[in-house]
């Protein structure tokens, strides 16, 4: 709960970003962590499942191959609320071109939603989830990226400011 005597020292803005908002992008952006960590487990468990599911002994491993089969797309298809999640933040603090948000997730969901009403598969439009993820990692970086540059004095000036308090000093 925010008291009176909190509120005026968080209404300091940091280059036009609320302390919530950014505190709002930090949070989707530790989010948007455990869904790329979601999708290095499911390249694992492809490689290790499938790796496993095709040496001879265990061909009829039922188990083993439902494992190869299913866990990776379950795996991708949890990343994708987490990303529709972190494509409403990045959309409403225009930290990436809206067009881009929109043709990326617009082209997964197509190419999901056509590729399991057509084609009874979702392999192809799970892999272009994939690099949404990864898009807004990016998008993130450079967020906080820039915020940190913002932050840093600028050279010049502050080589300026020194060379006149040290001529200052001198005379």
């Given at each position: 709960?925010?008291?009176?005597?909190?509120?005026?020292?968080?209404?300091?803005?940091?280059?036009?970003?609320?302390?919530?908002?950014?505190?709002?992008?930090?949070?989707?952006?530790?989010?948007?962590?455990?869904?790329?960590?979601?999708?290095?487990?499911?390249?694992?468990?492809?490689?290790?499942?499938?790796?496993?599911?095709?040496i001879k002994a265990f061909h009829g491993n039922q188990l083993l191959y439902q494992l190869f089969y299913n866990l990776p797309y379950a795996l991708v298809a949890?990343?994708?609320?987490?990303?529709?999640?972190?494509?409403?933040?990045?959309?409403?603090?225009?930290?990436?071109?809206?067009?881009?948000?929109?043709?990326?997730?617009?082209?997964?969901?197509?190419?999901?939603?056509?590729?399991?009403?057509?084609?009874?598969?979702?392999?192809?439009?799970?892999?272009?989830?994939?690099?949404v993820a990864f898009l807004f990692k990016v998008s993130f970086k450079r967020f906080f990226n820039f915020l940190e540059v913002a932050d840093l004095p600028d050279?010049?000036?502050?080589?300026?400011?020194?060379?006149?308090?040290?001529?200052?000093?001198?005379?």
């Amino acid at each position: 709960m925010t008291t009176v005597s909190d509120q005026s020292t968080q209404n300091k803005s940091q280059h036009g970003f609320s302390p919530l908002a950014i505190a709002r992008i930090k949070g989707a952006q530790r989010i948007n962590q455990v869904a790329i960590y979601l999708i290095y487990a499911a390249i694992f468990a492809f490689m290790v499942f499938g790796t496993i599911a095709s040496i001879k002994a265990f061909h009829g491993n039922q188990l083993l191959y439902q494992l190869f089969y299913n866990l990776p797309y379950a795996l991708v298809a949890l990343t994708i609320p987490i990303t529709l999640y972190d494509t409403l933040v990045v959309y409403r603090y225009r930290l990436n071109q809206p067009s881009m948000i929109a043709m990326s997730i617009g082209v997964s969901t197509i190419i999901l939603i056509g590729g399991l009403l057509f084609a009874d598969t979702a392999w192809l439009g799970l892999s272009c989830w994939l690099g949404v993820a990864f898009l807004f990692k990016v998008s993130f970086k450079r967020f906080f990226n820039f915020l940190e540059v913002a932050d840093l004095p600028d050279t010049d000036e502050a080589l300026e400011t020194e060379i006149v308090e040290n001529s200052e000093s001198t005379s």
